[in-house]
């Protein structure tokens, strides 16, 4: 079984439509992340949590709000979906060994926005 | 610097051949770098590390290579095969800040291998 996985693994939604992309992990991991990729362009980080209590926004946090509701989940929620808000949105966790960490991703969740 | 959404520049490469990615960074005081794989329609995955104590370090036809005078990275992949065409991100993996530390990755470069 995949040590991260992403549901759903493709959506189509509505204009003004509250959706939520989940995301567990099996690695035991504190730390998990929630990024955005548009096709062509590189990954752009959303929101991500330290550990359970700890929760930051990244640099393109508006219009996203989280949700870490154990160690394993982490989920994502768009509360008014628009259009450009159509993309590719990747979880992952990391280990913290010392002097730095390795990030494990999702398969990715395929959003499109109407 | 912080990872923004540029357009990712492109390599192309003749099978066979050496490809080399470039990658530069900006804080001096990093000290941990890795760089990550995209595989069409999949996530990213780690392919190699490199800590700032070492200039080089090898793995299956890739190597790594740091200058931490000019702040800047490189990705060698020997042989290219057509599973290497991929997007390649280098990744600033101890990035120090207020909060503690993290990731910044660089922009990415997609790698393109002719057959």
């Known amino acids: 079984d995949a040590d991260v996985t992403q549901t759903p693994r493709n959506r189509i939604t509505k204009t003004g439509k509250r959706i939520m992309l989940e995301c567990s992990q099996t690695?035991?991991?504190?730390?998990m992340y929630w990024y955005r990729q548009d096709p062509g362009l590189g990954l752009r980080l959303i929101y991500y949590s330290f550990d359970v209590k700890d929760i930051n926004k990244g640099e393109i946090s508006d219009g996203y709000s989280v949700s870490r509701q154990a160690q394993a989940k982490f989920s994502l929620s768009l509360e008014s979906a628009i259009p450009n808000q159509t993309a590719l949105y990747f979880c992952a966790t990391s280990d913290t060994g010392t002097g730095g960490e390795t990030q494990y991703f999702g398969p990715g969740t395929r959003l499109l926005v109407l | 610097g912080e990872s923004v959404g540029l357009h990712l520049p492109t390599l192309s490469v003749q099978e066979g051949d050496n490809s080399i990615i470039n990658c530069a960074y900006s804080n001096s005081a990093s000290d941990y770098f890795i760089w990550y794989k995209q595989e069409s329609g999949k996530g990213p995955q780690f392919i190699i590390d490199?800590?700032?104590?070492?200039d080089k370090r090898q793995g299956q036809r890739v190597t790594v290579l740091l200058n931490k005078t000019v702040k800047h990275l490189s990705l060698q992949i020997a042989a290219t095969q057509p599973g290497d065409s991929a997007v390649y991100f280098c990744a600033d993996s101890n990035f120090r800040f207020a909060g503690g530390f993290k990731t910044i990755f660089g922009a990415g470069t997609r790698l393109f291998v002719k057959a």
């Open positions: 490199i800590r700032s104590n070492m």
């Open positions: 690695k035991g991991h504190d730390r």
